[in-house]
């Protein structure tokens, strides 16, 4: 026995690898804690629009592409779906890189036999369709507030005040954003039932759910520069929502010993070496290009 939490399918969204945002060191942590048979990597792994526009990839960064390749070696299927941070991997689309295969979106069939929709959401999103300029400048600002949420969360911390998450603020209390995320995810059950899936699974929108909408299961895994979040499916079927701190946290309150890995004892890697990346680098290098 491994001692790792087991799951039939484990999806993945918004890691947003690349960017300062991204909370690297719980993700690694929880991806050395699981093991599944099936993992769906629901686009934006890579925050390619951060990246052309400062490269920053911390060692971090790259053990959670070297513990996804790891799971692979040990036989899970690996599919990612590129999202439209990381779009220059659609161009692979069918093409498979360190055992992890390239869709553009992909049916998963649930241990109760249920047909679901995996996709990363983009294109049900009017803004990234209509106004790439617009969703960059959005993505600019959003990872700023999430910077500055950290900053007055570390004196909160100090001062013993529970934490205040001011993106999500921000988000919940705007009207406009509220009637953008009813919409987005409406739109996107309408497009799974009329497909005949029972359900969809995305991310996108940064909001962690599992709900029904009008008869469709709707399943969204969140991200991993606020909530920390993951969609896991059980043996039986069963779905939940994983908060993966609280995941953490639990293993810390049983004293779980942990030993380190060849993965944690590595030293800044060259991440153009992994499979998996050198795709990500070839995209990142032909879009630079275009630009100049």
């Excluded at 920053?56 to 053990?63: C, I, L, M, Q, S």
């Excluded at 911390?157 to 705007?174: A, E, F, N, T």
Aim: proline content about 2%; some cysteine; charged content about 30%.
């Amino acid at each position: 026995m491994s001692g790792k939490k087991h799951y039939r399918t484990l999806f993945l969204s918004d890691l947003h690898l690349g960017s300062r945002a991204c909370q690297s060191e719980p993700l690694a942590r929880f991806l050395k804690h699981v093991e599944c048979d099936q993992l769906y990597l629901v686009g934006d792994v890579l925050d390619m629009w951060r990246l052309k526009q400062k490269w920053y990839f911390p060692n971090d960064h790259t053990k959670v592409i070297r513990r996804i390749l790891k799971m692979s070696e040990k036989g899970t299927e690996v599919v990612f779906i590129p999202g439209n941070h990381d779009e220059a991997a659609r161009r692979y689309n069918g093409l498979e890189f360190g055992g992890v295969t390239i869709k553009l979106a992909a049916t998963h069939e649930s241990a109760t036999g249920e047909r679901w929709l995996v996709c990363h959401g983009d294109r049900f999103d009017l803004v990234v369709q209509h106004s790439r300029l617009l969703a960059k400048v959005g993505g600019v600002a959003y990872e700023t507030l999430v910077s500055l949420d950290r900053r007055v969360n570390a004196i909160r911390r100090r001062l013993g005040r529970p934490h205040l998450s001011l993106s999500q603020i921000v988000k919940y209390r705007v009207k406009k954003a509220c009637n953008f995320i009813s919409k987005f995810e409406a739109a996107l059950a309408e497009a799974a039932s009329k497909d005949g899936f029972h359900g969809v699974v995305c991310g996108h929108i940064h909001k962690a759910e599992i709900r029904e909408i009008d008869g469709v299961h709707y399943y969204n895994c969140g991200d991993w520069i606020e909530s920390c979040s993951a969609i896991a499916e059980h043996e039986d079927g069963r779905m939940e929502l994983i908060d993966a701190k609280a995941f953490l946290a639990e293993i810390d309150a049983r004293g779980v010993r942990e030993e380190s890995d060849p993965i944690e004892l590595e030293t800044e890697p060259d991440w153009h070496a992994l499979p998996l990346t050198s795709a990500f680098s070839a995209g990142i290098l032909e879009e630079l290009e275009e630009a100049v």
